[in-house]
Each structure stands twice: as structure tokens, then as C-alpha cells.
């Protein structure tokens, strides 16, 4: 089993930042990929950022890039998700997500993970 515990949401307006932290313990896999996923009320659960634990290849969703910034420090096994330039249409629950190591690549959307923290707010102000 894998934890996660994110941390860092919060009330910010619109232009503002934000840098959500997911703190990973219990069993960790040298080859997992860790993910972030944002899930606004009334909408499905969407995939916002991912990397690869081993290799610095990351993936993001067209409505972000360029204002998020996905990265992490292995050392406490502890994945951040960097957010400038927030827009009110990044509201929504973020979600950190793992997988076992299952996968051949990063996977890019939810049913590829297999450990979920219990989201953070992230409320953005016109």
C-alpha cells in the first residue's frame, strides 16, 4: 500500500499561485508515476500533470501547460505541483495519484493509478 497526503490548496485570486505538495509513504516503487488530477463539481475527474519516479519526463494537460509545473524531490518521496497564473476555471478538488509500476509508460488518465490521496481545494477568485 501507498499513502498519500496532499497539502497546499487553499483561496487564491486570479493571476495568483499555488504549489500543492503530495507526500507519498508505506511501500514505494522505484518505477512508479506519480499524477495529478483535478476534479471540478459536476465534472469528471480529469488528468492535469504526471512524471515518471526514475526519469525527468513530464506530461500535461493543454489547459495548463505553460502555468503548472509538475516535479519532485525523492528524497521525501514528495511530489509538487507548482500553479501560476491561476485562472477560475482551475477550481476544482486536485487529486495526487500513484501507480504500482504496472504500466510501460506514464499513464495519462485516472484508471492507469492505483493509490489516490484525498484532495485538496484549490478555489481561484475572479
Known amino acids: 500500500q501507498v499513502q498519500l497526503v496532499e497539502s497546499g490548496g487553499g483561496l487564491v485570486q486570479a493571476g495568483g499561485s499555488l504549489r500543492l505538495s503530495c507526500a507519498a509513504s508505506?511501500?514505494?516503487?522505484?518505477?512508479?508515476?506519480m499524477g495529478w488530477f483535478r476534479q471540478a463539481p459536476g465534472k469528471e475527474r480529469e488528468f492535469v500533470a504526471a512524471?515518471?519516479?526514475?526519469?525527468?519526463?513530464?506530461y500535461y494537460a493543454s489547459s495548463v501547460k505553460g502555468r503548472f509545473t509538475i516535479s519532485r524531490d525523492n528524497a521525501k518521496n514528495t511530489v509538487y505541483l507548482q500553479m501560476n497564473s491561476l485562472k477560475p476555471e482551475d477550481t476544482a478538488v486536485y487529486y495526487c495519484?500513484?501507480?504500482?509500476?504496472?504500466?510501460?509508460?506514464?499513464?495519462?488518465?485516472?484508471?492507469?493509478?492505483?493509490?489516490w490521496g484525498q484532495g485538496t481545494q484549490v478555489t481561484v477568485s475572479s
Open positions: 495519484a500513484a501507480d504500482s509500476g504496472r504500466n510501460y509508460v506514464v499513464p495519462l488518465s485516472a484508471p492507469g493509478y492505483d493509490f
Open positions: 508505506g511501500r514505494t516503487f522505484s518505477r512508479n508515476a
Open positions: 512524471l515518471n519516479w526514475n526519469v525527468d519526463t513530464t
